[in-house]
């Protein structure tokens, strides 16, 4: 394959291995700067606009050139942020959200997306189907009308065991050495130390008079002292409280005593369906246990729904730790889990779990957000603890995708303020690590199958590693599914990515992805009109000057060429 090149571009790529001509993939010979891909450097008005140009084609016959109408859909907390911070103070770590009874009127909604909110989480486990469907209301009122970009997240129930009813209306202290009586049976009104179950065989399966019985990943616990037919008498050994439906876990000998149920429940596969109905954009799966789990949930959304929903697995069992790997790989993303994790791994693993699981998640390149506990002081206090702030700066240089808020935003007493730490903390400690040279290298594996897939992968790594060596401002990806940006993405670049698709499932999907800004645009299959339109749009809302330098990367295909392969990179500078 032939390889053209010059000076600066071997300059600028000397020390990266991924530049050779020689490079095998799947069994034939491709030059990441060459073969199907040309190099060229043309000088502009001045010596210093310098703009290098690479494409990848495979059998292109000529573009036709035409003009269309491109409507720039920009978020208006990116654009604030731009504007205040220029490129490379955008933040790039998103933010979830859980959404509960503290945050959910239209005006808190409002200023949960003023301050950052990039998705809104729904907990199936709490709530009416009823109430859910006017907070997906209310939010997609606010991405039509006042210009927010939100995506909605509902999260299973999981096939679990919970408390029903435990005598009061909020949360209950359990003393130590008390004695409760636990029961599926139901009752009217409230009975003293009783606590009602959601599962009537809860006290079977094998549940043995010793066993300790955990409330919501160690919240209080309990040893069963005794069995009284379907009853469960126990004895509180570690006091805490009982929050509404806290969920109720048996170990015996450090491992889980109590085995038996689907991932799913009839209740889950009735808010899936919901899910479908509203339109959601991600569904994330509780307790998953192996990738089948997964693949059975997205080819039953790929049914019943027109609109591509991403499912992410929350890895929060020792068992998902064990299977990891192909529950990664069958997933849209992952969530971490922390709160139940921590009853199933010891303490002091977690640490390394998330950092396992984190680098595992961009070597696949699925996003993975970061879960439970981040700022848990702030449910009742304004500021957090330090080690909070720690705890989240280092999910922050482990390079998560998201991090998100529970508790501290659904029924805590300070959300607003929580979620203004996480988009402080996020914002330094990206600023730091660019500071320090600190951008983490990471070895991809190839995750292509086809050889058009394995040149989209090289370019981005390319296309990244120049954007970081020439210092630009910004990259744009002119995508169709969002791949290319998501590839991006994985490898953390310095400048934001600015990612435009015709495609708002794309988009949507796109706004979990680190560092992704995702436009709404009208694409043509000519990229130069494209790079020309979207370049003059944003320059008209003065978020793009004269000077700037930005990086394009493309996988549009033209209509009438012959290959699905058509990617191209550019560096232009503003003028």
């Known amino acids: 394959m032939a390889v053209s090149s010059d000076s600066m571009l071997q300059k600028v790529f000397a020390k990266s291995p991924t530049f050779v001509s020689n490079k095998k993939v799947l069994g034939k010979s491709v030059g990441i700067s060459g073969g199907v891909i040309s190099c060229n450097e043309r000088k502009l008005k001045s010596e210093d606009k310098i703009a290098v140009k690479a494409s990848a084609e495979a059998g292109l016959k000529g573009l036709k050139s035409y003009e269309v109408n491109l409507d720039l859909g920009f978020d208006v907390v990116a654009e604030r942020e731009l504007r205040e911070k220029g490129f490379l103070g955008i933040r790039k770590t ?110 079977e399966g094998g549940i043995m008079v010793g066993d300790e019985l955990v409330i919501d990943g160690g919240m209080a616990k309990f040893e069963v002292v005794e069995r009284m037919g379907n009853d469960l008498r126990c004895k509180c050994t570690d006091p805490g409280l009982f929050l509404p439906l806290a969920k109720l876990s048996f170990w015996r000998d450090g491992k889980l005593s109590y085995h038996g149920l689907p991932t799913l429940s009839i209740k889950d596969w009735a808010d899936v369906d919901f899910g479908v109905s509203e339109g959601v954009d991600f569904i994330a799966m509780s307790f998953v246990n192996d990738a089948n789990s997964v693949k059975n949930l997205k080819n039953y959304l790929s049914a019943k729904s027109s609109k591509l929903i991403r499912v992410l697995a929350k890895i929060e069992t020792l068992e998902s730790l064990q299977k990891l790997e192909e529950i990664v790989e069958a997933s849209d993303g992952i969530m971490v889990a922390r709160g139940d994790l921590g009853v199933e791994v010891p303490l002091e693993q977690i640490p390394t779990v998330q950092e396992d699981v984190t680098r595992l998640c961009r070597q696949l390149n699925k996003p993975v957000i970061i879960a439970s506990q981040l700022l848990e002081s702030m449910v009742e206090c304004p500021t957090p603890t330090r080690a909070e702030v720690a705890d989240v700066s280092e999910a922050v240089r482990q390079y998560a995708d998201a991090l998100m808020l529970s508790g501290e935003s659904a029924i805590g007493l300070h959300g607003q303020k929580a979620l203004s730490v996480l988009q402080m903390v996020s914002s330094r400690m990206e600023l730091w690590s660019h500071e320090e040279n600190r951008q983490s290298a990471l070895h991809n594996s190839q995750l292509g199958n086809t050889l058009s897939d394995c040149i989209a992968e090289e370019i981005c790594n390319c296309a990244v590693q120049m954007a970081n060596n020439l210092g630009v401002d910004a990259i744009f990806v002119y995508t169709k599914h969002g791949e290319m940006a998501s590839l991006l993405s994985r490898n953390r670049p310095y400048p934001p ?50 000077g700037d330098v930005v990086l394009l990367v493309s996988d549009l295909t033209p209509t009438h060429a012959t290959s699905t392969t058509f990617q191209s990179i550019q560096v232009k500078t503003i003028v």
């Open 94 to 203: 998103k933010l979830v959200c859980t959404i509960g009874p503290a945050c959910c009127s239209l005006e808190d909604l409002e200023r949960l997306a003023m301050g950052g909110m990039n998705v809104a989480r729904l907990n199936m486990c709490h709530n009416t189907r009823e109430w859910h469907r006017d907070v997906i209301r209310k939010i997609k009122k606010l991405n039509e009308e006042k210009g927010f970009f939100v995506s909605v997240m509902i999260d299973t129930e999981g096939s679990l065991i919970h408390v029903v009813d435990h005598g009061a209306p909020s949360s209950i202290k359990a003393e130590e050495g008390s004695v409760w009586v636990f029961t599926a049976k139901k009752f009217e009104g409230s009975r003293p130390f009783t606590v009602q179950a959601n599962y009537e065989g809860y006290s």
């Open 497 to 546: 990515i600015f990612a435009f698709t015709s495609d708002n499932n794309a988009r949507m999907a796109l706004n979990l992805q680190w560092g992704v800004i995702p436009l709404l645009v009208d694409l043509s299959d000519d990229i130069e009109a494209n790079i020309s339109k979207t370049i003059d749009l944003i320059r008209t809302k003065g978020m793009i000057k004269e």
